[in-house]
């Protein structure tokens, strides 16, 4: 990791000298580097020896991909901070965060050099996620169901994480296993949200406002109470909502574990190794039990 | 061959040289599966599973007979069936391998076992996924008859449980399908390694020479 992030800071380095102050501000701080992890673990899962410069440039740039979602998400949730710091419209205004938006995609891109199976990934996952924030905006305040919500993050994370695992094998072995990740990693911040976490980078208020399907509430507007609020938020108070969702918890929590043992039996089946999914699958199961 | 031996190993392979008694062994794979099927479509009882007709032990003879006859093939080929020129797998002039007999149907043999246990591993699969799901289905049918038209919520809720029992079988048979072909894979992996060429010998060197 301490590589990457070296790789991260010289990347900086050459970029322009407009945007630097803010790229810096979007990457020198703060990263979990938890999607390259995902890329490295799930290499070691299917071949032994040192990492090599493809993998390695492949991390750097779902780095790059990654941050882009974050600056793009804050402005649409009007999140005025990320982990504690104003995030980059807030700092550098719309414009700047949305023009080097554009400029980490396309240097994205040109760091992938010839890896054209890397690139069609990379293509892959950003029209994914265009089109998952499109269907997860479209289906707001809506008594939707937990397969719904299964289907909204498997397109948002699950995407993103299956093709880390993609990145990572370079066989496709791993991509159910990559969905898998980012759907657990989906409802871990779901229900680490609802508990008032901080631990996962957002807070659960803008989703609850804007009446988004989490795990939490896909189980809580079963209660035709909840949903009358969840669909119409004049009909009541968004913290008695929020009730609704805390009683839920328990039940979103065996979830994740459910998704969490398909995810292990998942790296059993078709992993040589699958010591460092099975790592990752524990490691984003904490992230709602802080 | 024993009594014993021929309750569990069946008719086929008895009295039979082990590439016939493997043939045969096939035979009674594909019989017993075309009994199942028959059964499926008319003989089973009303309401019942048209498997739950056929014991266990029917239908897994033929795969133990199968496994039978693979294992007198193996035996064979360390044997050389003791007769000149029968051998599975005997040494070329040149000292390169011969494929023979044995070598096409061991792999044969492995890849059938493979498909009839994938196949037995998606049935119980099934079986846990409806078992596990009983509750829901048994809600579905029976709140309507019982209460009369369900209520909104009531069946949203089902609906999301009926989806989820889908997608899990759906789920099921792309896992079982995907773990099908890598086994194959490995095996089509072993049988390249039986009958890949010997590599040129030391003394070989190419005659050109790349462009400058």
Same mark, same amino acid.
């Given at each position: ?166 990145? *990572?094998?370079?066989? *496709? ?62 009909? *009541?108070?968004?913290?008695?909502? *929020? ?48 | ?212």
């Amino acid at each position: 990791m301490a590589h990457l992030r070296e790789r991260i800071a010289r990347w900086i380095e050459g970029c322009s000298d407009e945007l630097r102050e803010a790229l810096e501000w979007q990457f020198l701080t703060g990263s979990k580097y938890f999607r390259p992890l995902t890329i490295f673990s799930c290499y070691r899962a299917v071949r032994e020896g040192p990492i090599p410069e493809q993998i390695m440039q492949s991390a750097l740039v779902i780095e790059l991909f990654h941050n882009v979602s974050l600056i793009i998400d804050d402005i649409v949730d009007r999140s005025p901070t990320r982990r504690g710091r104003a995030t980059m419209h807030t700092k550098f205004g719309e414009l700047s965060a949305l023009m080097t938006s554009g400029y980490i995609v396309a240097e994205g891109y040109l760091q992938m050099k010839d890896d054209l199976a890397g690139i069609a990934l990379f293509s892959e996952l950003m029209k994914r996620l265009g089109v998952a924030e499109c269907m997860q905006w479209r289906l707001r305040r809506q008594p939707l169901g937990v397969e719904d919500w299964r289907k909204i993050a498997g397109e948002d994370t699950g995407s993103m994480f299956e093709v880390c695992a993609c990145l *990572g094998d370079r066989s *496709g072995k791993l991509r159910t296993f990559g969905g898998l990740l980012g759907l657990l990693y989906h409802g871990c911040d779901d229900v680490g949200d609802v508990k008032g976490l901080a631990a996962l980078g957002g807070g659960g208020e803008e989703d609850l406002r804007d009446g988004i399907l989490t795990l939490p509430a896909a189980l809580a507007i079963r209660d035709p109470a909840a949903a009358k609020i969840f669909c119409d938020p004049e009909a *009541g108070n968004l913290a008695e909502l *929020g009730g609704y969702f805390v009683a839920k918890l328990p039940e979103a929590e065996a979830y994740l574990d459910k998704i969490a043992e398909e995810g292990r039996t998942e790296a059993r089946s078709f992993a040589v190794d699958p010591a460092p999914l099975i790592a990752l699958i524990e490691q984003t199961r904490q992230l709602s039990r802080y | 061959m024993s009594n014993a031996e021929d309750v569990f190993f069946g008719p086929g392979r008895s009295g039979h040289d082990p590439v016939t008694g493997f043939f045969m062994a096939m035979r009674d794979a594909w019989l017993t599966g075309a009994g199942i099927k028959e059964n499926g479509n008319g003989q089973s009882m009303p309401g019942g599973n048209p498997g739950a007709a056929l014991p266990a032990s029917v239908v897994l003879r033929p795969m133990i007979s199968a496994l039978g006859a693979m294992a007198d093939l193996a035996a064979a080929s360390r044997q050389g069936f003791g007769q000149p020129g029968a051998g599975p797998a005997h040494p070329s002039p040149g000292g390169g391998h011969e494929p023979a007999a044995a070598d096409f149907l061991l792999p044969m043999g492995q890849a059938m076992m493979i498909a009839a246990n994938r196949s037995v591993s998606y049935w119980l699969g099934l079986a846990q996924i409806f078992e596990s799901h009983q509750a829901t289905l048994v809600q579905a049918i029976g709140v309507k008859a019982v209460d009369g038209p369900v209520a909104g919520s009531e069946r949203l809720v089902t609906a999301d449980a009926l989806r989820a029992l889908l997608r899990e079988v759906g789920n099921l048979a792309t896992r079982e399908a995907r773990l099908l072909q890598n086994e194959l894979s490995a095996l089509d992996e072993s049988l390249v390694q039986i009958f890949q060429k010997p590599e040129p010998s030391g003394s070989y060197r190419r005659r050109w020479r790349a462009k400058v």
